[in-house]
T-cell receptor, first 114, second 115 residues
Framework: DTGVSQNPRHKITKRGQNVTFRCDPISEHNRLYWYRQTLGQGPEFLTYFQNEAQLEKSRLLSDRFSAERPKGSFSTLEIQRTEQGDSAMYLC????????????FGPGTRLTVL | GESVGLHLPTLSVQEGDNSIINCAYSNSASDYFIWYKQESGKGPQFIIDIRSNMDKRQGQRVTVLLNKTVKHLSLQIAATQPGDSAVYFCAENPPLSGSARQLTFGSGTQLTVLP
């Protein structure tokens, strides 16, 4: 499978714990995006990288959220001191910077905060 | 801020009929639009896209129509099949500016195909 992969697929944690999610983009894609999706809503943009540079992070929900892409390949999204309101699907997408820049999504990580 | 929205939250069609899913957008600067299909528990799946210099684009069983005058986008699915049952999102992509490449999604339309 050469699509976007995300791990874990499901994460259950207790309020106050830290969680980290991983995204592996399509191999030749240089852009990587994180979105959050709550039930019944469309995905909401959080942040994106071009290669290892994080070019937009003002839409991260709070300073408890951070993302990295240290070598320009896989990326991690960390949420510190989780809250029940963080429960959602976290989606990763990747694209190849070009005229259309089509984003292809992974299967997502479902986070449940108890 | 400006956003993309959908006219109808749900749509039911008979198997074999054609489906039309509508979307209104408000950002007149957007020059690229995408339709995604999302099945339960899965990530959005790319269906078809269209640039603003076009008014129609066809794929396999799907057609996207763009009316820039009224800022309206539609997805037509021919001969709808049970496997087409899903939530469909339209999304707009801001112009190529070198800044944030963030998709703005509508809330989605649930398509149900009846036997």
């Amino acid at each position: 499978d050469t699509g976007v992969s995300q791990n874990p697929r499901h994460k259950i944690t207790k309020r106050g714990q830290n969680v980290t999610f991983r995204c592996d983009p399509i191999s030749e894609h240089n852009r990587l995006y994180w979105y959050r999706q709550t039930l019944g809503q469309g995905p909401e943009f959080l942040t994106y990288f071009q290669n290892e540079a994080q070019l937009e992070k003002s839409r991260l929900l709070s300073d408890r959220f951070s993302a990295e892409r240290p070598k320009g390949s896989f990326s991690t999204l960390e949420i510190q001191r989780t809250e029940q309101g963080d429960s959602a699907m976290y989606l990763c997408a990747s694209s190849l910077a070009a005229v259309t820049d089509t984003q292809y999504f992974g299967p997502g990580t479902r986070l449940t905060v108890l | 801020g400006e956003s993309v929205g959908l006219h109808l939250p749900t749509l039911s069609v008979q198997e074999g009929d054609n489906s039309i899913i509508n979307c209104a957008y408000s950002n007149s600067a957007s020059d690229y639009f995408i339709w995604y299909k999302q099945e339960s528990g899965k990530g959005p799946q790319f269906i078809i896209d269209i640039r603003s210099n076009m008014d129609k684009r066809q794929g396999q069983r799907v057609t996207v129509l763009l009316n820039k005058t009224v800022k309206h986008l539609s997805l037509q699915i021919a001969a709808t099949q049970p496997g087409d049952s899903a939530v469909y999102f339209c999304a707009e992509n801001p112009p190529l500016s070198g800044s944030a490449r963030q998709l703005t999604f509508g809330s989605g339309t649930q398509l149900t195909v009846l036997p």
